[in-house]
């Protein structure tokens, strides 16, 4: 008989959260040692004292672990632990050597998984790449670095100053004066632009299209491509972007490639766009985005483009969901 281990954190105490987290924890456990659900003999799981709202050997048992025996208990107060952190041990009936896993914030409590790590994801306008960003930097207790935000914010200083977004050596004077910052607060990114909260103002469709012109220019580009390398250096994060794993950081531990058609891009924006009670026009929405594709594709300087080492994603007909356990399954496969 072997034993495997296994551990995991959650966001806030909660049932949902703990039968997620545990449903989640034991899939890759089952996956990344190929087992099979009656050649686990006994679950053993452990929580930390923050833990209330459920027990995790009864959310394994809701997640069809029905013929072993399961049992519950609950760790001491331990000055400086890791919090709301769900740890479980499977003993198996079978030949094997142990692949253990640690997801989430718990990665912290393996010295050989605790190191920095960079996540890369790139593509185009509408695929997804930063709502996945955003829920993966969430679940591995991570910075999520919004570099499309960073551009967006230079090109709202460029409209509102009057510059044409295609005079290169203008920008430049003006960038010197841009106090731009991303900071975070109660766990929501804001992009500041001279001091004011900017994040609203960056998303609407005049600033997009001049942020793929503005973002075309060799000196904008390096200006923030050195901010952006400067902070993945020194903490874990998950970037997206059109060319993060293919010339900011070329050397990312995990890349991915997400993609979508161009109509299911632009109905992800129009239903967007919707909710805020925008005005807009699905047909005009979908050639402005075609017309972005053919920009960020075409460009001189790091055109959008699938790194060689990058993992496709096709979200077409994936829920965020699914796109998040296809970018979490294949990294535990890397590690």
């Given at each position: 008989?072997?034993?495997?281990?296994?551990?995991?954190?959650?966001?806030?105490?909660?049932?949902?959260?703990?039968?997620?987290?545990?449903?989640?924890?034991?899939?890759?456990?089952?996956?990344?040692?190929?087992?099979?659900?009656?050649?686990?003999?006994?679950?053993?799981?452990?929580?930390?004292?923050?833990?209330?709202?459920?027990?995790?050997?009864?959310?394994?048992?809701?997640?069809?672990?029905?013929?072993?025996?399961?049992?519950?208990?609950?760790?001491?107060?331990?000055?400086?632990?890791?919090?709301?952190?769900?740890?479980?041990?499977?003993?198996?009936?079978?030949?094997?050597?142990?692949?253990h896993v640690y997801l989430r914030g718990a990665k912290l409590l393996r010295k050989d998984l605790s190191g920095k790590f960079n996540i890369a994801i790139d593509g185009p306008a509408g695929s997804g790449k930063s709502t996945v960003a955003k829920r993966l930097a969430k679940d591995y207790n991570i910075l999520y670095l919004d570099t499309?935000?960073?551009?967006?914010?230079?090109?709202?200083?460029?409209?509102?100053?009057?510059?044409?977004?295609?005079?290169?050596?203008?920008?430049?004077?003006?960038?010197?004066?841009?106090?731009?910052?991303?900071?975070?607060?109660?766990?929501?990114?804001?992009?500041?632009?001279?001091?004011?909260?900017?994040?609203?103002?960056?998303?609407?469709?005049?600033?997009?299209?001049?942020?793929?012109?503005?973002?075309?220019?060799?000196?904008?580009?390096?200006?923030?491509?050195?901010?952006?390398?400067?902070?993945?250096?020194?903490?874990?994060?998950?970037?997206?972007?059109?060319?993060?794993?293919?010339?900011?950081?070329?050397?990312?531990?995990?890349?991915?490639?997400?993609?979508?058609?161009?109509?299911?891009?632009?109905?992800?924006?129009?239903?967007?766009?919707?909710?805020?009670?925008?005005?807009?026009?699905?047909?005009?929405?979908?050639?402005?985005?075609?017309?972005?594709?053919?920009?960020?594709?075409?460009?001189?300087?790091?055109?959008?483009?699938?790194?060689?080492?990058?993992?496709?994603?096709?979200?077409?007909?994936?829920?965020?969901?699914?796109?998040?356990?296809?970018?979490?399954?294949?990294?535990?496969?890397?590690?």
């Open positions: 008989m072997i034993v495997i281990r296994g551990a995991t954190t959650i966001p806030c105490d909660t049932k949902e959260e703990i039968r997620k987290a545990v449903s989640e924890l034991l899939e890759q456990i089952e996956s990344r040692n190929s087992l099979k659900r009656d050649e686990v003999v006994s679950l053993v799981f452990s929580s930390t004292s923050d833990i209330h709202s459920y027990y995790p050997a009864k959310a394994a048992r809701e997640a069809g672990f029905l013929s072993c025996s399961l049992f519950s208990a609950q760790e001491p107060d331990i000055d400086g632990g890791l919090p709301l952190c769900i740890r479980c041990m499977l003993f198996v009936e079978k030949n094997l050597t142990p692949s499309g935000a960073m551009y967006r914010a230079c090109a709202l200083e460029v409209l509102e100053k009057g510059v044409d977004p295609n005079d290169e050596a203008a920008i430049v004077d003006l960038m010197r004066d841009v106090k731009l910052d991303v900071v975070y607060e109660n766990g929501v990114q804001k992009t500041m632009l001279d001091g004011r909260d900017v994040s609203e103002e960056i998303r609407k469709n005049p600033v997009s299209m001049a942020s793929s012109t503005v973002s075309k220019h060799a000196s904008v580009r390096m200006h923030l491509v050195e901010k952006q390398r400067e902070i993945a250096g020194r903490m874990s994060c998950v970037l997206d972007g059109r060319d993060i794993g293919t010339f900011v950081l070329p050397d990312a531990d995990f890349k991915f490639f997400l993609t979508a058609s161009p109509d299911v891009r632009a109905r992800r924006r129009y239903d967007e766009l919707k909710a805020k009670g925008a005005e807009v026009d699905f047909g005009k929405l979908r050639e402005e985005i075609l017309c972005r594709d053919e920009q960020d594709m075409n460009r001189a300087i790091a055109p959008l483009k699938q790194a060689e080492d990058a993992v496709l994603i096709d979200t077409s007909d994936m829920t965020v969901d699914e796109v998040v356990e296809t970018i979490k399954r294949s990294m535990q496969e890397k590690i």
